[in-house]
């Protein structure tokens, strides 16, 4: 029963249509890159537009990840959703078997997208932002995260300028592996203050440290929100069989659920943010 409801939730969730990825690029691995899967949308027109950068979650990528894609795209932004599982062969799972792939990976993924995005034509690449969901919010924050980015270029990974304008995390997993450090351009993390998959006191303590050391980040908890509040039609329901990294003695177990309220409040917060740092609005 429990193995069922897991994958309703999958199911409810992966690509619909099974529509084929339409471009790969090379991620920023030093010496040995990997062809990352990608699905492109931008607005009508020469541009240069500005552009968003979207990281999937543990269960791989999403139709909500879609719609968000659609949504950016209709906003006046090149979108470029990244699937960092594909190439690396794995599945569409939260569970505790997933595969343990170093973290600089999706890390590098994301700087190649910034990289593929900043040489096309119509992409104004001093105006590309990143927003990342879960497993893939903690890397879009590291992507601007001033130590992780001296890290990879310990590395050897060239790092694109300007970089990252902004960042976006929703109910991003491994906020404490941040709270001592900080970030060097502006955050916005969302997150239900009822979610019990990230934890969101490690969260408001990570932005409440950065903001302490000066950095441009806020955090908003919608109150009796859920992980995946965002994902439309998704009914509450408790996943017993995802790793939780907040359940070390149980291991698993994580409840989600859409939030009509959160959901309308995000977007709206979204468009505001990137509307400034990206558009200048």
């Known amino acids: 029963m429990l193995r069922r ?17 339409n471009l790969s690029f090379p991620n920023a691995t030093p010496g040995k890159p990997l062809a990352v899967a990608a699905w492109e949308l931008r607005p009508e027109g020469a541009g240069p537009f500005p552009a968003v950068v979207l990281m999937h979650g543990c269960a791989g990528i999403s139709e909500s990840n879609h719609d968000w894609s659609r949504w950016f795209r209709d906003e006046g932004y090149v979108a470029l959703l990244v699937d960092s599982w594909t190439p690396r062969r794995v599945g569409k799972s939260c569970s505790p078997d997933l595969p343990d792939i170093p973290n600089t990976e999706r890390f590098d993924d994301a700087m190649g997208a910034l990289r593929y995005l900043q040489a096309r034509p119509y992409v104004d690449p001093a105006r590309v932002g990143i927003v990342g969901w879960s497993n893939g919010g903690v890397f879009a924050l ?10 990879a270029r310990r590395r050897g990974v060239v790092l694109p300028e300007p970089g990252f304008r902004a960042s976006i995390g929703f109910y991003p997993g491994g906020c404490y592996s941040l709270v001592h450090e900080l970030v060097t351009r502006p955050l916005l993390v969302m997150i239900g203050d009822a979610d019990d998959w990230t934890d969101p006191k490690a969260c408001v303590e990570m932005v409440e440290a950065m903001r302490g050391r000066g950095a441009d980040a806020r955090i908003v908890l919608y109150p009796r929100a859920y992980h995946y509040f965002d994902v439309v039609g998704q009914e509450r329901t408790y996943l017993a069989e995802v790793a939780n990294h907040n359940k070390p003695d149980e291991c698993c177990g994580a409840t989600v659920a859409f939030d009509a309220g959160a959901f309308a409040d995000s977007r709206r917060r979204v468009a505001e943010f990137f509307g400034y740092h990206l558009k200048g609005k």
């Open 142 to 151: 590291a992507t601007i995260n001033g130590p992780s980015l001296e890290r």
């Open 5 to 21: 409801a897991l994958s309703v939730l999958l199911a409810s969730i992966v690509v619909t249509g099974c529509a084929s990825t």
